[in-house]
């Protein structure tokens, strides 16, 4: 029998309506922008097919060429401006919803959490990309 790791959540307010924050979490040329969990990583390449079954690559870099991996996977379920499900190439499983409320757009990820790295390592890594994402999109 499969067990399934420990679930976290990382999650966040967005100061923006619904619609943009559904483009800009699915856009490639926004992803790139903003999906790295420090200063000195980047996204040089992202691939993004969001519906049911599609498919998703996002290249994550050190800006010094020192390291680099590609984090993609396929989606399970993807309900416009409210949900998405995917299953990573790792077999691990996320869950997003997207909660509107006028201008703003709640954002709640729970991801299965690997056993390669402490808790609070993950917690902090996904936290970060999702403030990176929340700082891009109320700015630009």
Same mark, same amino acid.
Request: net charge negative; aromatic share 8%; proline share 4%.
């Given at each position: 029998m499969e067990t399934? &790791?420990?679930? $976290?959540? !990382?999650?966040a307010t967005v100061n923006a309506p619904v619609a943009k924050v559904w483009a800009y979490w699915s *856009? +490639?040329?926004? $992803?790139?922008? /903003?999906?790295? *969990? %420090? +200063?000195? /990583?980047?996204a040089p390449k992202a691939e993004n097919d969001l519906r049911t079954g599609g498919t998703f690559s996002t290249t994550m870099a *050190?800006?010094?060429? %020192?390291?680099?991996?590609?984090f993609g996977g396929v989606y399970d379920d993807v309900v416009e401006h409210q949900h998405i499900a995917y299953t990573m190439g790792?077999?691990? #499983?996320? =869950? $997003? #919803?997207f909660t509107?409320?006028? =201008?703003?757009?709640? !954002?709640r990820e729970t991801f299965e959490m690997e056993s390669m790295n402490p808790e609070e390592m993950q917690r902090g890594g996904w936290q970060a990309i999702l403030d990176s994402f929340? &700082?891009?999109t109320e700015t630009n």
């Open positions: 399934k &790791n420990k679930m $976290i959540t !990382v999650e *856009a +490639p040329k926004h $992803i790139t922008q /903003w999906c790295q *969990a %420090s +200063p000195d /990583w980047h *050190a800006k010094d060429g %020192s390291m680099s991996f590609d790792d077999g691990r #499983t996320v =869950d $997003i #919803t509107a409320s006028g =201008d703003q757009t709640h !954002v929340k &700082n891009y």
